[in-house]
C-alpha cells in the first residue's frame, strides 16, 4: 500500500489523481465537471454511498474521461493521491475510515459533523494530512481574518451578530461558515452571544453570511456573498492540490494554510 509521499510523488510532473466521494450531490457534481477541466488533475474515482442506484452509471454521461460512479471503498483509492469528500457527516466519517486505513490525504467540505464524526475524521490526520473545512472559498476564508481584525480593533463597545442565508435543501443550522466567523470574533475578543446567530433557509441561495459589528452610533458590516458553487468546488479542488503536493507531513490543517492565508503555511 502507498504511503502519502508515494501518493503525491507523481504529483509535480503529472496530474494529480483525485477521488470524490459524494460525487453524485449538487457539490460533488461541480467537482467532477471542474476536476475534468482542470490539467493538473485527473479525476480517478467518482464514489458515493453503497445503496445508491447510481453505481454503475457514468458520472458524466457524454465524457468517455469521468470515471463510473462506485461504491467508496480502499480498492476503490488505488492510485489516488488525495479524497475529497461533499457527502453527508455519517458519510464523512467512512470516507475518513478509509482514507486512515488507505494512509491518504483528504479534504473534508461536509458540514454538520457531531463532536464523534469529527473526531473520526481529525483521527484521519495521524496518517496523512487532513483538512476539515466547512467553506472553502477564497473570499470567506479573508472574510474571517476581516471579522478578527475588526473585532479586536472595536473591543468591547460593540455587539456582534452574524445572519446567514443559504437554499432550502441545507440542513445544518448554523452553517459552519458563520460558525467559522463567529469563532473568528469572538477569538479576537468580540461579544457575539449564541442567540445572535441568525440562519435563513429559503429558495436556492448559494450562500451569504453578514457579520454585523453595532456600537454606540455607528455600525460595521461585513458580508460574503456566493453567487456561484463554483467557487467552492474550485477552492476544493485548490486545497486538494495542496494536500496532495509531496512533503506536506500528516496532520490537521485549515483552509487558509491550502489557500496561503496562514502564518505557517
Sequence with gaps: MQTPAAHTQAVTNHPAPVA???????????????????????LCAALVRPDDPLIGQPSLPGD???PRYAALSTPELRGAAVL?????????????????????????GTTGLSLEQRAAVERAA????????PNTSLGVAVTAHAAALVARLLGQD????IVEAHHSHKKDAPSGTALRMARAARDAGASLPDDQILSIRAGDIVGEHTLRFAG?????????????RDLFARGALRAALWLAQPGTPPGLYTIEHALGLSSSA
Aim: aromatic content about 2%.
Design 84 to 108: 475529497i469528500d461533499f457527502s453527508s457527516p455519517q458519510g464523512a466519517a467512512h470516507a475518513a475510515a478509509v482514507a486512515l486505513q488507505a494512509r491518504l490525504p483528504l479534504l473534508v
Design 158 to 161: 460593540f455587539r456582534a451578530s
Design 64 to 66: 468517455d474521461r469521468a
Design 216 to 228: 454606540p452610533g455607528e455600525e460595521i458590516t461585513i458580508t460574503h456573498r456566493a453567487t456561484s
Design 20 to 42: 470524490v466521494h459524494g460525487a453524485a450531490g449538487r457539490m460533488g457534481r461541480r467537482l467532477t465537471a471542474l476536476a475534468l477541466q482542470d490539467s493538473r488533475l485527473r
Design 126 to 133: 495521524a496518517a496523512a494530512p487532513v483538512i476539515i473545512a
